[in-house]
C-alpha cells in the first residue's frame, strides 16, 4: 500500500468518526422536532379543551413562537443534511484512491454546489414538501379543527415563508400543489385487530395502518417475526421495526373520549 492510499485510509476513518457524530446529532435535532410539536399540541389541546372557557384570565396560546422553534429546528437539520452529503462525497473519492489535494477546499467546493442545489428549491416548497412539518401543522389542525380538512400546505408557506424574489402567481402555487399532495387520513378509531377502540396505537410505516399495541404480541409469536397488514385488502406484511406510536390518533382518542365524558356529565347536570 502506497503512502497515498495510507493517507486516504486515514482521512476516510477521520470522516466516518465525523459522520458518525453527525448521526447523533441529526437523532437528537428530530428527537427535538418531536419534543415540540408534542409539546405544542399539549397546550393547545389543555387551551380548546380543558381550561374554563368563562375564565377571562385563561392562558393564551401562540401557535407562532412553537413553529418558530420548529421551523429553527428544521433548518438546522437542512443544513446538517448538505454537510453529511458532502463528507459522504469526499469519503467516497479517498475510497476510490482519487487524489483530491486539500480535503478542506474540496469539501468547500462540494458544499457549495450542494447548497445550490439545495436552495434551487425555495424555502417554502421545502417545508411544504418536509414530512415533520406536514405531521406538525396536522397534528396543530386537528387539534383546534377536528373533522375539517385542512388547507393546502403548500398555499399556507408560500404565505408565511416566500421571499419577495420567490415570484409566483395563485394559478402557479394551485398547479403545484397537486404535486404536494397533503390530505387528512381519516382513521377508525377501531383496532382491526381487536375491533375495540384503540389503546397505545402504533402506525406502520409501510402503509401508514394503525393497530393498537396487541399486534406486538401477534409478531413475536409469529415463526417469521412478521403478520400481514390486519386491515382488509391491505398487501403489506408488519414488523416491530415498521411500527411507531401513532400520537395524533392517540390523541385524538383521548380527546373523543373527554368530549364524550363532559357531554354525559352535561346530560346529567339537565335531570339533577
Not at 500500500?1 to 470522516?15: G, I
Not at 374554563?52 to 428544521?74: A, G, H, P, R
Not at 452529503?85 to 462540494?110: F, M, W
Request: proline share 2%; net charge negative; hydrophobic share 30%.
Amino acid at each position: 500500500m502506497d503512502t497515498n492510499s495510507m493517507e486516504n485510509m486515514v482521512m476516510v476513518n477521520k470522516l466516518s468518526a465525523i459522520l458518525n457524530e453527525q448521526y447523533k446529532l441529526m437523532t437528537d435535532m428530530q428527537n427535538s422536532l418531536n419534543h415540540i410539536k408534542e409539546l405544542a399540541a399539549d397546550k393547545l389541546d389543555y387551551t380548546e379543551l380543558y381550561q374554563d372557557k368563562s375564565d377571562s384570565n385563561k392562558e393564551k396560546f401562540n401557535v407562532d413562537d412553537y413553529e418558530k422553534k420548529y421551523i429553527t429546528q428544521l433548518n438546522y437539520i437542512e443544513d446538517l443534511t448538505v454537510q453529511k452529503k458532502a463528507i459522504e462525497e469526499i469519503k467516497q473519492k479517498l475510497n476510490l484512491d482519487e487524489d483530491i489535494g486539500s480535503v478542506t477546499r474540496e469539501y468547500n467546493d462540494i458544499l457549495e454546489k450542494e447548497k445550490d442545489h439545495f436552495n434551487n428549491q425555495p424555502k417554502y416548497k421545502r417545508y411544504a414538501a418536509n414530512k415533520e412539518f406536514k405531521e406538525f401543522r396536522e397534528t396543530l389542525w386537528d387539534v383546534k379543527s377536528e373533522g375539517k380538512t385542512m388547507p393546502s400546505l403548500l398555499i399556507y408557506t408560500r404565505q408565511k415563508y416566500a421571499y419577495d424574489d420567490d415570484d409566483m402567481t395563485m394559478d402557479t402555487v394551485e398547479d403545484e400543489d397537486d404535486d404536494i399532495v397533503i390530505t387528512n387520513r381519516q382513521e377508525s378509531f377501531k383496532c382491526p385487530i381487536t375491533k375495540r377502540i384503540m389503546t397505545d396505537p402504533l402506525i406502520s410505516r409501510r402503509c401508514e395502518h394503525s393497530y393498537s399495541s396487541i399486534i406486538k404480541e401477534m409478531i413475536n409469536k409469529s415463526q417469521e417475526r412478521r403478520i400481514e397488514c390486519p386491515v382488509a385488502g391491505c398487501i403489506h406484511f408488519v414488523t416491530l421495526s415498521d411500527l411507531r406510536p401513532n400520537k395524533l390518533l392517540a390523541r385524538k382518542i383521548r380527546r373523543k373520549k373527554f368530549l364524550e365524558m363532559e357531554e354525559e356529565m352535561e346530560e346529567r347536570e339537565k335531570y339533577e
